[in-house]
């Protein structure tokens, strides 16, 4: 669980899906103290990202470095290993056994946290059956959840709808990260499991990872801050 004295405004992660890391920073200077919590995914990462990761950590920023690692156990816990002197609070792994648990072992006492994605939020049960699946949603993310607090995952990233359920099933110890976050009458753009950051807070979400309803809006701090009050009213603090 995120410390109870973690500010609202941390519990914004705001994700920096930029095509540069120029664009990256203007974005992180437009933002300035209303965003203290960055993740820097696929886009950004391939795009040059991790020594944006370092520099904003070293600007006093926590980041969340999301490459969804998923490989070998040998592979990933060496990636970890590389990935673990970024600085970065949370890193993310596919929640598969082997996955996990290499991950885990790896980070040995490294600050990193070690987030398990459990169904992506762009999935309905039906995207799960054509990928092979036999469980629906509800019952794949139960049954990641369980398996990851075992190996002794840190958290989890699941979509605000499965937050309750979750919170029921691992106790108050796991992060809870849900991506899937839109502000009401935002659009849900390739996002299928969404909710209100309001309502994913009063569900039990730890922290909110919030893109495009963030980076696409016209004033992008004003939207940041409207969340982060959202946050607040939500959580009565
Ligand atoms: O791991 C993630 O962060 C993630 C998991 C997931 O299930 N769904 C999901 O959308 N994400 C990420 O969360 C962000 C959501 O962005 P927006 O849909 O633009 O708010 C993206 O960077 C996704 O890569």
């Known amino acids: 669980m995120a410390p109870a004295d973690t500010p609202d405004r941390d519990r914004l992660i705001v994700a920096l899906d930029l095509p540069d890391i120029r664009v990256a920073e203007a974005m992180v200077d437009r933002l300035g103290d209303s965003v203290g919590f960055y993740k820097i995914g696929y886009q950004l990462a391939y795009a040059g990202g991790l020594p944006l990761a370092r520099a904003l950590v070293g600007a006093g920023k926590k980041v969340f470095v999301d490459l969804k690692l998923h490989d070998i156990g040998n592979t990933v816990a060496r990636g970890v290993e590389s990935l673990s002197h970024l600085g970065a609070s949370f890193l993310t792994v596919h929640a598969y056994p082997q996955t996990m648990k290499a991950a885990v072992e790896a980070r040995g006492s490294s600050k990193v946290k070690i987030l398990a994605v459990t169904v992506l939020t762009s999935y309905d049960d039906r995207d ?39 919170r029921g099933i691992v106790g108050p110890e796991m992060d809870l990260v849900t991506p899937g976050i839109r502000p009401a009458g935002a659009a849900a753009g390739d996002q299928k499991r969404i909710m209100t950051p309001a309502k994913a807070i009063a569900a039990g979400a730890s922290y909110l990872v919030v893109g495009r309803p963030v980076l696409d809006a016209p004033d992008p701090k004003a939207a940041a801050d409207a969340i982060v009050a959202e946050i607040t009213a939500a959580r009565g603090s």
Do not use: N, T
């Open 128 to 166: 799960l059956a054509d990928a092979g699946y036999r469980f629906g949603v509800r019952d794949l993310v139960e049954a990641r959840a369980r398996q990851a607090q075992a190996i002794g995952v840190d958290g989890l990233v699941c979509s605000p709808e499965e937050a309750a359920h979750l």
